[in-house]
Every structure is written in structure tokens, then in C-alpha cells.
């Protein structure tokens, strides 16, 4: 498999549930970000990981929990959400963060509802 | 906040080239121009980028003013599956900062009809 996968695809999950987001990238990059993209509203960074470490929270809550336990791999933890969470919830890859010539391969999203 | 200006839709017949502009009237001179789009329920995908001259790739094409304060993106043969939201990014040479991130504005969502 080539390129940003994320799973799963599509996700509904009441407010007191826990579940995670899971990217995985065969591209070879040292850089993952999540993004959250809702409704009508422009792409938001949320966090950045350049070599497994976190470089970037953009004030995000603390419900959301990300996690790079390498660098082909980016989790986020979702915990205790509210219904303004839903949103689709993208992952990019690139070679390295903050870089320019690094252009970001983006995952197709995983669709959150929160009910 | 996004540091660009772009008309919020556009159309575009099939076959014929579709002009995308932006304005980025406060760029400065170690910024980049980075044009992405997203295709409805995807994820974004880079077209092109440029710093002063004129570039082009088998996607596209991106002319940048000389004064660096405008730029504009032409796709030479616009098709149905060109219809997408088309993000105008400015971005920082910074190697490790937050500056180079992207920051995307609400782009141009260009409609190719047949």
C-alpha cells in the first residue's frame, strides 16, 4: 500500500466513549500532523511530530490525545468528546516539518460524529 | 490567520483553462506561494509552489506577479474532475519553526461544468 492511509474511515461515538484515530504513511517521512476540518470551516492544524516528537500543539484540548510511536505512525485518542468535535480529521506526512521543498501528502480523513 | 485573499467560487467550462488568483499583498521575501486542492471528501493534495518565477508542472501552471503581491494558478484544460476547493498558501522558508506550516485559508471552490 502506497501513500497516507487512515482508518477508520468513518466513526460515531457517543460523548463518553474512548476511541482512536490511526495514520500510517509508506512514503519514508519523518513529519505527521493531524488537522481538523469541520464544517465550512478552513483545515485547522492541531499537532506536529518531526522524528516521533511533538513539535506543534495548536491549543488543542487536552480530549484530544495524540500519539507517534514511530515515525510511519500518528494516533489520536479521542476521550469524553463533545458533539462540536465532529468533523473530518486528517493526517498528513512529509519529509520533515517547518521545511520548505516538503510538500504534506494527505490521508483521505477518518468522518468523527459525536453524539 | 491565512495571509491570502481569494474569490470564494468560481465556474469553469470542461476544455477550457481555468485562472485561479490570489492576493497575498503582505508576503515577504522568504515566502513561498503553495497552491493545494481538495477534491470533496479528501484530503488535500499539492499542485505546485513557487517563490518569484513562474512555474509549471503536469498539473499546472503558477504565475506569480513581480512584485510578489498577487499570484494566479492555471489549470490549461480544466475537466469534471477538476472541480475542487483550490487553497492559495503562503509559507515561510523556516526550517523547523512554526512558520513553515501550512496555514489554509476557505480557498476557491472552482466548479468545472461540462
Known amino acids: 500500500e502506497t501513500g497516507v492511509t487512515q482508518t477508520p474511515r468513518h466513526l460515531v461515538m457517543g460523548m463518553t466513549n474512548k476511541k482512536s484515530l490511526k495514520c500510517e504513511q509508506h512514503?519514508?517521512?519523518?513529519?505527521m500532523y493531524w488537522y481538523k476540518q469541520s464544517a465550512k470551516k478552513p483545515l485547522e492544524l492541531m499537532f506536529v511530530?518531526?522524528?516521533?516528537?511533538?513539535?506543534e500543539n495548536n491549543s488543542v484540548p487536552s480530549r484530544f490525545s495524540p500519539e507517534c510511536p514511530n515515525s510511519s505512525h500518528l494516533f489520536l485518542h479521542l476521550h469524553t468528546l463533545q458533539p462540536e468535535d465532529s468533523a473530518l480529521y486528517l493526517c498528513a506526512s512529509s519529509p520533515q516539518s517547518g521545511r520548505t521543498y516538503n510538500e504534506q501528502f494527505f490521508g483521505p480523513g477518518t468522518r468523527l460524529t459525536v453524539l | 490567520d491565512a495571509k491570502t485573499t481569494q474569490p470564494p467560487s468560481m465556474d469553469c467550462a470542461e476544455g477550457r483553462a481555468a485562472n485561479l488568483p490570489c492576493n497575498h499583498s503582505?508576503?515577504?521575501?522568504?515566502?513561498?506561494v503553495y497552491w493545494y486542492r481538495q477534491i470533496h471528501s479528501q484530503g488535500p493534495q499539492y499542485i505546485i509552489h513557487g517563490l518569484k518565477n513562474n512555474e509549471t508542472n503536469e498539473m499546472a501552471s503558477l504565475i506569480i506577479t513581480e512584485d510578489r503581491k498577487s499570484s494566479t494558478l492555471i489549470l490549461p484544460h480544466a475537466t469534471l474532475r477538476d472541480t475542487a476547493v483550490y487553497y492559495c498558501?503562503?509559507?515561510?522558508?523556516?526550517?523547523?519553526?512554526?512558520?513553515?506550516?501550512?496555514?489554509f485559508g476557505k480557498g476557491t471552490k472552482l466548479s468545472v461544468k461540462p
Open positions: 511530530y518531526n522524528f516521533k516528537e511533538q513539535t
Open positions: 512514503l519514508g517521512h519523518n513529519a
Open positions: 498558501i503562503v509559507r515561510s522558508e523556516n526550517y523547523g519553526g512554526s512558520q513553515g506550516n501550512l496555514i
Open positions: 503582505t508576503i515577504s521575501g522568504n515566502e513561498y
